[in-house]
């Protein structure tokens, strides 16, 4: 008899190739073109939308370079626009289907330039109305470890983890997810987010897995309950932004104690008593274009009066905060075509009426309310879900410039003061908010430099800083913000950029006078840094509100900013400085600078070298 015996694991082998003919058998592609080997008279891939695309961007199908046949696609940008290549795809809903796309990029591209968005329709037309809120839950285990997945409000978004600039090497996202059965359609945009270069596409699939591959328990809940996740820890009490009724306790007994709290003290009602005088804040637009002077200054005398009526309650401060607020409440709008003045007033008014929430009359807790609602919050949500002007972009790269804190970071602090009111409205602007931030904070790696100069860095600490504090006061957590590399390190990028006269090296737009951040004094205490409150404390200055609120006792003992090394390299955004001493007079001091910035406020021209001497730019 003859046998025939197969070596050891043949039968193993021969069943897994039978498993996955049967799969391929069955699985379904729905991506037509997706080797984008059909290209129109226009030279664009057939079958495909394209987005965004204008100023120095373009999306074209290239011969050069291919990872199968003989085209991919080309999506440039210049760093100031995100051209996208979208496509919808009809979907049986319940079932699991697989998205891959494979792709390279140029030189200097970064794993957040590199992004896809995919967003799932119940029906048409294709409008927020109709679009089913996706949910991490649909994904199927395990992950692609090379595939960073995330969520922006009811979108999807993919990233690389990491990039490979290997022109010969191509890389590839790629999910497996189950759509609930009211699913229909989805849309799928590939972008460069503002990178500065290309990226070429090729191979994509959306392909249609075999029955029996459905995850388990997939629906389309409810997107409030989405929404409001953010909220489970939230403080019930007020108040809850920034501060507490115990940070407001131990800042009145400070007041007392410490020298330097009664003097921050001091300034603070000399400011007070100024602004009695003062008659309410109108609504003026000088230039045609920004209400933002007036935001500025309402905010300023929100700070001033609600933190010093909490240190030492005076009927006059309250009387006349509220004159400033009613003034601003009854503005025909807080300017959302400039949304800096909207999220600037919108942090005015959450910060009064949570500070003194107890002291204001039902009447006027719902004025308060009401006008951040329909002035701030009702209008994020429109730009949030695309159906308003994009105002806010301000004409350049808003996700990732001064503007993505200053916008979100306001917005968030009204969102947060109203969270247990209107909670889905709240929760939403909060996620979505905070996916911006993450992409805006990475900026700062690795060391902490900031590219717009130190003018720039200030406003956006600024508001990051507070908008960091009011999430981990209201919510008892940043989110892992801080953990961003680069944030620990920030409070040096003015320390090192501002001479013994206390100019700073001018690079971006910004002037020469040294920027006085009480954020420092926060980060200090943070990182447990003593020289960033010495040196604050040397130069003198900040917020007397903020100051109160962010100084320890003891907080620049040993604050040997003076021992620090004197020179200093912020990578990334390729600035440094050289000094021969830290408290001379005369001592000197050199800043360089050897790149453009690509952010949206430009700083020297490409490839040339700006050089300061006693923090003046002189080239």
Known sequence: MFTIRWPRGTWMVLFLGLVAWSVSATTVELMS???FEEVTSQGRPAGFAFGYVSGNAEIVSDNTRARSGEWSVRITSDGNERPALGRYVQLEGGRAYRFTVWFQVSEGMQPKNIRTRIMAYHDSPYNEDNKTAWQMNWLHEPLD?????????????????????????????????????????????????????SIWVDDLSVQQLPAGYEKESVSAADSSVLHTEILETLRQQHPRIMATAEDFARIRQLV?????????????TF????????????????DGKRLLATSRQVLDRVETLAMAYCIEPNERYLERLWQELQAAANFPDWNPSHFLDTAEMTRAFAIAYDWLYDVWSQQQRQTLREAIIDKGLDSALMYYHGKAPAGWQGGHNWTESNWCFVVNGGIATGALA?????????????QTGLYWVRQAITRFSPDGGWDEGTGYWHYSIRYLISYICALETALGTDFGLTKTPGID??????????????ETFNFGDTGIEAPRASELLWLADRFDQPALAGWLLHIGG????????????????????????????????EVASFRSAWLEPQGGFRGLQGRRSQSGTRSAGCRQFRVGRLGRALG
Request: hydrophobic residues 35%; aromatic residues 12%; glycine residues 6%.
């Open 33 to 35: 073109n997706g080797d």
């Open 145 to 197: 470890e090379a595939t960073v997945c995330s969520l922006a409000g009811p979108n999807f978004h993919m990233e690389p983890r990491s990039l490979d600039y290997d022109p010969s090497t191509w890389s590839r996202l790629t999910v497996d997810f189950t759509v609930p059965a009211e699913v229909k359609t989805i849309l799928i945009q590939i972008f460069n987010q503002f990178g500065t270069g």
């Open 256 to 268: 007392e104690e410490d020298p330097l709290m009664r003097q921050w003290y001091s300034s603070l």
């Open 271 to 286: 400011s007070a008593d100024n602004i009695l005088s003062e008659p309410p804040s109108e609504y003026v637009i000088p």
């Open 418 to 430: 109203l969270a247990d009111e209107v909670p889905e409205m709240a929760g939403e602007i909060l």
């Open 489 to 502: 390190q920030t409070g040096f990028f003015p320390v090192y950029l501002t001479n013994n006269k206390d």
């Open 542 to 573: 900040g917020s007397p509100a903020k100051n109160l609120l962010w100084y320890r006792p003891g907080i620049d003992e040993e604050s040997t900013f003076d021992r620090l090394p004197q020179d200093k390299h912020f990578r990334g955004v």
